[in-house]
């Protein structure tokens, strides 16, 4: 199993980024797929998630209404499509996978991260 994760970059506050998450190894109908975030100082948070047996996906409160999360199974990819950036949305972001959504949080399976940085 493995993940890759691209698509960071730096971007000015308001613009727009589109983060991948692809995946080998598995299915996406198989696993659930989730983000994370890691700001320097503060603790990993759960960014979005999906998964084939629930049909609403997660969002954090701090990116509801920015964020959506998408699957491409032809692709076998997990997409975040981030609008309106926030200083505050700088940090790392990692994709995870999980068989279920429960303890996607401490998932065995993680991507390497890729850099976000918004300017101000």
């Known amino acids: 199993v493995q993940l890759q994760a691209s698509g960071g970059g730096l971007v000015q506050t308001g613009g727009s980024l589109r983060l991948s998450c692809a995946v080998s190894?598995?299915?996406?109908?198989?696993?659930?797929i989730g983000w994370f975030r890691q700001a320097p100082g503060k603790e990993r948070e759960g960014v979005s998630c999906?998964?084939?047996?629930?049909?609403?996906?997660y969002y954090a409160d701090s990116v509801k209404g920015r964020f959506t999360i998408s699957r491409d199974n032809a692709k076998n990819t997990v997409n975040l499509q981030m609008d309106s950036l926030k200083f505050e949305d700088t940090a790392v972001y990692y994709c995870?996978?999980?068989?279920?959504?429960?303890?996607?949080?401490?998932?065995?399976?993680w991507g390497q991260g890729t850099q976000v940085t918004v300017s101000s």
């Open positions: 995870a996978a999980n068989p279920s959504l429960a303890g996607l949080d401490h998932a065995n399976y």
């Open positions: 190894g598995f299915t996406l109908d198989d696993f659930a």
């Open positions: 999906i998964s084939s047996s629930d049909p609403s996906p």
